[in-house]
């Protein structure tokens, strides 16, 4: 937790933290053995190097920043010098900047395939985009696994950090700041890049200014349920341009489109997906909320802890985890329900800031038709009690270990 000042805790948090997130991810390792290639996707400074790097000291590998003149050379006929490092992990990070790499792998890994040399020759690491995801799909369908890095929540970081989590988001720079004044200009300084060089990069040709706006008008109403024609008023386009503009921040992993949950219910229930900036420090800081006393007077505080405990949670389930949220017209809901792979029906998580967590008639309601394997309500606060039958508060760090087991 920041302290009154807003200094950061010491070395051991620090170790702690980093010690989770490589926990959390030893399935980056794990992947290498299922493929022939895998690939490492998240927002830049999310953390893929460092553990890209974990990863390599475990055996023989090269490591390739595509960002380097000097890596980009070695790599002018990759046929050849790649095929010169048939016995090791080759690590190529920020993939994008050479797609056309692809092909090259493809070639590599069949030619592999023939000599006994199936799993685990390749980790690509490059941000989610449209052209990354579909210049790999066609060219290595059958021999690529995907892993999504997300920026860290609360199963890492602890109860203990929890508030600076809230705060700072993520991000490993930010979270681990000097100050929250230091944190802010980190998350300032990494808005303005991400607008101004990354996203034109991965080939989109948007106004950085049109994009901030955007970014900032969905701050304002995180977790609110999707009104395109609104969003497109408000920029003065129209909606097949703000569905663009959506579809491009979920293919970059910033904003989360949560999907409204359907069954075979008598009911009418939304229709519309609920949508996220997915890192609470990115909503504050497109915001301008510099510290907790400005975030908890901000009319944001409580979406946005509801959005940084679905992003925590989602990330600690199994891989292959369904996320929804539930709603009827009258409306009765479910902030979050999470189905797990083999499990015939979801958990039902409602998600509440303060100490004392209420539960309200409408979670009673929704739980009836959903009929939920488990029903949680997750608080602020660090014990663990029941709240009514069947229905227990749990603390979010623990609830994110309970849905990982």
Same mark, same amino acid.
């Given at each position: 937790?920041?302290? &009154? ?20 991810? /030893? ?20 953390? *893929? ?26 790599? $002018? @006929?990759?046929? %050849? #010098? ?5 016995? *090791? ?12 790499? +692809?092909? !090259? ?40 696994? #995907?892993? @999504? =890095? ?11 950090? %929890? ?26 300084? +990494?808005?303005?890049? #991400?607008? @101004? ?27 609110? %349920?999707?009104? $395109? ?5 408000? =920029?003065?386009?129209?909606? *097949? ?10 293919? %970059? ?13 008598? *009911? /009418? ?55 929804? +949220? ?9 902030? =979050? ?23 309200? /008639? ?22 663990? +009690?029941?709240?009514? &039958?069947?229905?227990?508060?749990? !603390? ?10």
């Amino acid at each position: 937790m920041v302290g &009154e000042g807003g200094e950061a805790e010491g070395d051991a948090s620090e170790s702690r933290i980093f010690a989770g997130v490589f926990s959390r991810n /030893r399935s980056s390792a794990a992947v290498l053995t299922q493929a022939p290639a895998a690939a490492l996707l998240g927002p830049r400074q999310a953390g *893929k190097t460092t553990l890209a790097t974990e990863v390599a000291r475990s055996r023989p590998s090269l490591y390739l920043d595509l960002e380097s003149e000097a890596d980009r050379a070695k790599l $002018a @006929e990759p046929e %050849l #010098y790649l095929a010169q490092h048939a016995d *090791k992990l080759v690590i190529l990070d920020e993939i994008q900047r050479m797609p056309g790499l +692809f092909r !090259c792998l493809r070639g590599l890994i069949d030619a592999g395939r023939r000599r006994g040399q199936g799993k685990g020759r390749f980790l690509v690491l490059g941000p989610a985009s449209i052209d990354l995801l579909k210049q790999s799909g066609e060219s290595l369908a059958g021999r690529i696994r #995907y892993l @999504e =890095l997300a920026p860290l929540g609360a199963a890492e970081v602890g109860g203990e950090r %929890l508030d600076a989590l809230w705060l700072r988001g993520g991000f490993p720079e930010s979270l681990l700041a000097a100050s929250d004044a230091a944190s802010l200009r980190w998350r300032t300084d +990494f808005i303005g890049t #991400y607008l @101004e060089r990354d996203i034109p990069q991965l080939g989109p040709r948007i106004p950085a200014e049109t994009l901030r706006r955007f970014w900032t008008m969905l701050a304002h109403q995180q977790g609110g %349920l999707l009104n $395109a024609a609104a969003l497109a008023r408000s =920029l003065a386009v129209d909606g *097949k341009t703000v569905a663009a503009y959506i579809d491009l921040l979920v293919d %970059l992993l910033v904003v989360r489109r949560l999907a409204p949950w359907h069954g075979n219910v008598r *009911k /009418r229930l939304v229709k519309s997906p609920k949508v996220y900036v997915r890192d609470s420090g990115l909503v504050h800081a497109l915001l301008g909320v510099g510290d907790h006393e400005a975030l908890l007077s901000h009319p944001v505080a409580g979406a946005s802890w509801e959005g940084m405990a679905i992003e925590s949670l989602i990330a600690a389930s199994p891989e292959g985890t369904e996320a929804h +949220f539930f709603r009827t017209a009258a409306g009765a809901g479910i902030d =979050l329900l999470l189905r797990r792979p083999g499990e015939p029906r979801p958990w039902a998580i409602e998600i509440k800031r303060g100490l004392a967590p209420k539960v309200e /008639r409408g979670f009673h309601l929704a739980c009836d038709t959903v009929g939920p394997l488990k029903r949680r309500v997750v608080y602020a606060g660090t014990e663990r +009690f029941p709240l009514a &039958e069947g229905i227990e508060a749990v !603390c979010l760090p623990d609830l994110c270990e309970e849905v990982a087991t």
